[in-house]
T-cell receptor, first 116, second 111 residues
Framework: EAEVAQSPRYKITEKSQAVAFWCDPISGHATLYWYRQILGQGPELLVQ????????DSQLPKDRFSAERLKGVDSTLKIQPAELGDSAMYLCASSSRTGANTGELFFGEGSRLTVL | GQNIDQPTEMTATEGAIVQINCTYQ??????LFWYQQHAGEAPTFLSY????GLEEKGRFSSFLSRSKGYSYLLLKELQMKDSASYLCAVRDRGNDYKLSFGAGTTVTVRA
């Protein structure tokens, strides 16, 4: 069964350091999402790609966060410098718009970030 | 954007039924999803409603009323493994497949 791959699964870093997350969506899925989920809250959309183009990054803190999907396949999310409040689970998801599917999102296992 | 409200916590007994309500406000409704999320894991898709009415899938059912901005997820014959967070999510027509999530309802199933 096809899955969304994410790495690393866990990351511990000190504040002011740089951190990067990687995501490989399900093959053929044109839409890729990065969500941030703080413990006890629902996922919050950071950035949404359609192929290699950004569709929505209105909630991305652009002074420290950046995201790219250069070839319209895998994607990286970077934080520099990391702050204590960035501690959260970073979830990548993908979806397909072909056929009669619902457009449901398929999530990766997530990358849990702890900033000390 | 959307305002999505759901209860924070619910507790029920094994074998019982629990109903999780979700209310939302959106400028351009284009579908409502329910996801299940076990602690420390990623959300997994449970159900999808875009038209009014009830969608049944095994022990889980989901209902939608677009005029009331209301949905519920019904979990029947509860099992211990159903202890998880249940997330209500609304898709906005104005933003290509943008899915906004509620804070989630933590369901605890007791023996």
């Amino acid at each position: 069964e096809a899955e969304v791959a994410q790495s690393p699964r866990y990351k511990i870093t000190e504040k002011s350091q740089a951190v990067a997350f990687w995501c490989d969506p399900i093959s053929g899925h044109a839409t890729l999402y990065w969500y941030r989920q703080i413990l006890g809250q629902g996922p919050e959309l950071l950035v949404q790609f359609q192929d290699e183009s950004v569709v929505d990054d209105s909630q991305l803190p652009k002074d420290r966060f950046s995201a790219e999907r250069l070839k319209g396949v895998d994607s990286t999310l970077k934080i520099q410098p990391a702050e204590l409040g960035d501690s959260a689970m970073y979830l990548c998801a993908s979806s397909s718009r072909t056929g009669a599917n619902t457009g449901e999102l398929f999530f990766g296992e997530g990358s849990r970030l702890t900033v000390l | 954007g959307q305002n999505i409200d759901q209860p924070t916590e619910m507790t029920a007994t094994e074998g019982a039924i629990v109903q999780i309500n979700c209310t939302y406000q959106t400028s351009g409704f284009n579908g409502l999803f329910w996801y299940q999320q076990h602690a420390g894991e990623a959300p997994t898709f449970l159900s999808y409603n875009v038209l009014d009415g009830l969608e049944e899938k095994g022990r889980f059912s989901s209902f939608l009323s677009r005029s009331k901005g209301y949905s519920y997820l019904l979990l029947k014959e509860l099992q211990m493994k159903d202890s998880a967070s249940y997330l209500c999510a609304v898709r906005d027509r104005g933003n290509d497949y943008k899915l906004s999530f509620g804070a989630g309802t933590t369901v605890t199933v007791r023996a």
